[in-house]
């Protein structure tokens, strides 16, 4: 089961890091990809890593805002994100599949989600 953590309310400007974990596993063999789905809206790919961290891919809406990332012992991906603008309130999930060793993909093809937690940026 994937966990994300990391929401809350933050001004325009502002940052927040969202993480990723998986409760009693690792998440060394797989990509991982976080999407967002705002109020009556489709929910979108955001940011995906491969699980050998070779591939990195970015919705054009957070290129040069939001940076992905997964730790050293492979356990946590995390989405820094920088710049935020109220646009990007939403809530995000973060989803894992087992075949994106070095290449991952925004497409929703993942096997693995979270529960989500809400990023809300206003002032």
């Known amino acids: 089961q994937l966990v994300e953590s990391g929401g809350g309310l933050v001004q325009p400007g502002g940052s927040l890091r969202l993480s990723c974990g998986a409760s009693g596993s690792s998440l060394a063999n797989y990509a991982i990809a976080w999407f967002r789905q705002a109020p009556g809206k489709e929910r979108e790919g955001v940011s995906c890593?491969?699980?050998?961290?070779?591939?990195?891919k970015y919705a054009d809406s957070v290129k040069g805002r939001f940076t992905i990332s997964r730790d050293d012992a492979k356990t946590t991906v995390y989405l820094q994100m920088n710049s935020l603008k109220p646009e990007d309130t939403a809530v995000y999930y973060c989803?894992?599949?087992?075949?994106?060793?070095?290449?991952?993909?925004?497409?929703?093809?993942?096997?693995?989600w979270g529960q989500g937690t809400q990023a809300t940026v206003a002032s």
């Open positions: 890593i491969s699980a050998y961290g070779t591939d990195t």
């Open positions: 989803a894992a599949e087992p075949y994106g060793v070095l290449t991952c993909t925004l497409k929703f093809q993942y096997d693995l």
